[in-house]
T-cell receptor
Framework: GENVEQHPSTLSVQEGDSAVIKCTYS??????FPWYKQELGKRPQLIID?????GEKKDQRIAVTLNKTAKHFSLHITETQPEDSAVYFC????????????FGQGTILTVHP | NAGVTQTPKFQVLKTGQSMTLQCAQD?????MSWYRQDPGMGLRLIHY???????DQGEVPNGYNVSRSTTEDFPLRLLSAAPSQTSVYFC????????????FGDGTRLSIL
């Protein structure tokens, strides 16, 4: 089955800096890669996703890049703000898996004012 | 439109007891999934369903049963609770078409003594 590795497990940055979280996956058939943000005691919420037919996607301060050859994808947050502090999860799924997401272990992001 | 509704929000059980975690969605989503979230391990798929009457096992199905008699409901049953099943349980749903964003419920925090 699929295996998703996520690094780093914790990330501490100063407000205004950029943050980068990286994930690798094992199943070359995976073609859907969402990122979720989870605040303490809350549900995971989708912040951005990318499909394997594109290499990069941006949404304001958030961007995701995908390298299918190397089987890794990354989340980039620019101009970080204290409200970006949360746990971030990457995930991967195959084209016919219909909601069978394999998650990474999570990254605790702390943005210091 | 309530989205994905999980009940109860909190539950304490004794070892050997059984219970059902409820999940309902009002978005007419065909695909529904159950995940458990343990510290430092991200979310792991327990069972999933691609439509009424169809269910399948995920990564960690042992000790759990599911059924899908309607599109709206996807209950998760613990047959004989064990301390290892202490976790936060999330239900999620997504529309058909493959690789659509999953919508998560607020979770059920379950403790087994």
């Amino acid at each position: 089955g699929e295996n998703v590795e996520q690094h780093p497990s914790t990330l501490s940055v100063q407000e205004g800096d950029s943050a980068v979280i990286k994930c690798t996956y094992s199943d070359s058939a995976s073609n859907y890669f969402p990122w979720y943000k989870q605040e303490l005691g809350k549900r995971p919420q989708l912040i951005i996703d990318i499909r394997s037919n594109v290499g990069e996607k941006k949404d304001q301060r958030i961007a995701v890049t995908l390298n299918k050859t190397a089987k890794h994808f990354s989340l980039h947050i620019t101009e970080t703000q204290p409200e970006d502090s949360a746990v971030y999860f990457c995930a991967a799924a195959r084209g016919t898996s219909y909601g069978k997401l394999t998650f990474g272990q999570g990254t605790i992001l702390t943005v210091h004012p | 439109n309530a989205g994905v509704t999980q009940t109860p929000k909190f539950q304490v059980l004794k070892t050997g007891q059984s219970m059902t975690l409820q999940c309902a969605q009002d978005m007419n989503h065909e695909y529904m999934s159950w995940y458990r979230q343990d510290p430092g391990m991200g979310l792991r798929l327990i069972h999933y369903s691609v439509g009424a009457g169809i269910t399948d096992q995920g990564e960690v199905p042992n000790g759990y049963n599911v059924s899908r008699s309607t599109t709206e409901d996807f209950p998760l049953r613990l047959l004989s609770a064990a301390p290892s099943q202490t976790s936060v349980y999330f239900c999620a749903s997504s529309p058909p078409g493959g690789n659509q964003p999953q919508h998560f419920g607020d979770g059920t925090r379950l403790s087994i003594l």
